[in-house]
Structures are given as structure tokens and as C-alpha cells.
């Protein structure tokens, strides 16, 4: 357990009486990429949610390097060590590039990654740190929401949907650069809608079907019908 980032056990999250998670458990060890699989409303992001505090769960727990984290604030949970790359990215729209990825720094956590280290993955940012963001193209744009998470030092990052509205060859760059991102040791959860993806990149996976676990383990341990069949509930 000495190794292990994360441990969800038995998780159950609501929104008011509807229950989105049941009894989720999954862990994470330092320096794995777990991938998170489902369609449309299985819970992943709700799952993310509950990781960083901003929803609460009404049972389970959810614990970080041993430290149970699921009663405590999303900005605690930030400065224990948790970064998430959201969904749409969200950056700052009145700030520049470099303005951005400076608040990411902003819990003054030790570790690797700086700015001169985020401009050396990805140089385009330090060519363009004084364009405001959002004037970037949709894959910088999505460099520039990795490199804000990364300059949190986390020793968990959450990527959701990394892929989500970018052209097949941008996405194909991003997923080149994961090796460099990952290379410290950190611990990854990838939501990822492109299944044959994510299981190519990840150690593990866990499938969620309707706020359940439908199938988990090894990326390369189960067929594409075994898969499939998890995917759908079919």
C-alpha cells in the first residue's frame, strides 16, 4: 500500500435522490495510468467530481497517499496533490497563456515542473505566452489546460475527455507527449471516449455502466467483445 495514490472504496455519490455512484472502488498506484471507460452518463465524471471535492459523497471513501480526503474542500484537496485537466478545458479568457499556467502554480508544491519545463513539452506555449488563451487552437488550447494542472506539481492528475472536439492529428500529438508527461512518476486517471485509445495507453482500465464497475482490470487482459459488452451492458 506503500505505493498506492489512490483508493476509492465502496463509493456512493447522490444528487439529491438519485444516486449516480454505487459502491465504485478502484486504486491507483504512483506512476500508473488507469483509464476510466463508459458511455454518457456512467458516472465517470461525477467520479471526478467526488476525487476533488466538489461533490460529496454520501458513503465510501476516498483516500489520497492514505488520508481520507471526502469530507474536505477542493482547494485542500489541490494542495494535497490532486490536479484535473476539465472537460472543455475552462481556462481563464481574460488571461494570457503564461498568466494561465502561472495560477497553476499557485499551491506552491514542490517538484519537477516549472514553466521553462512545461515550454519544453510543449514549446508552441512559450512562442505564443503572451497570446491571450482562448486565441489559441483548440489542441493548444488543451496544452496550455494540461500545462496549468501540471504546474501544480499533483501527484494525481485527472485528464477528462483529452481528446474531445480536436482533429485526429492533434490528438495524435497529445498522446505522444504523455510518455514526457508521465515520466516523473506521476499517477494518471484518463476519461477518454476513444476506447481503443485509452486501453493502448493505459495500464489498467475500469469500465462504468450506469454509476457501477462493469469490468476492470489489465488494458490487455480482455477481448473487444468482453469490452464492448461492458460498454453497453449487452
Known sequence: MADTVLDVADLEVFYG????IH????TIEKGELLSLIGSNGAGKST?????????KPRAGAIRLKGQNTARLSPARITEMGVAMV??????FRSLSVEENLVLGGYVGRPGPWTLRKVYDVFPILHERR?????????????????GRALMSNPDLLLLDELSLGLAPV???DIYALLPRI??????????????TRAMAVSDHFVCMLEGKISLSGRSDAF????????????
Open 223 to 234: 477481448t473487444h467483445d468482453q469490452i464492448s459488452a461492458a460498454y453497453f451492458g449487452t
Open 47 to 55: 467520479l471526478f467530481k467526488a476525487i476533488c471535492g466538489m461533490v
Open 130 to 146: 503572451r497570446y491571450p488563451a482562448t486565441a489559441l487552437s483548440g489542441g493548444q488550447q488543451q496544452m496550455v489546460a494540461i
Open 23 to 26: 459502491g465504485v472502488s478502484l
Open 182 to 195: 508521465l515520466g516523473e512518476g506521476l499517477s494518471t486517471i484518463l476519461v477518454e471516449q476513444d476506447v
Open 17 to 20: 435522490n438519485a444516486q449516480a
Open 86 to 91: 476539465p472537460e472543455g478545458r475552462r481556462l
Open 170 to 172: 492533434v490528438i495524435k
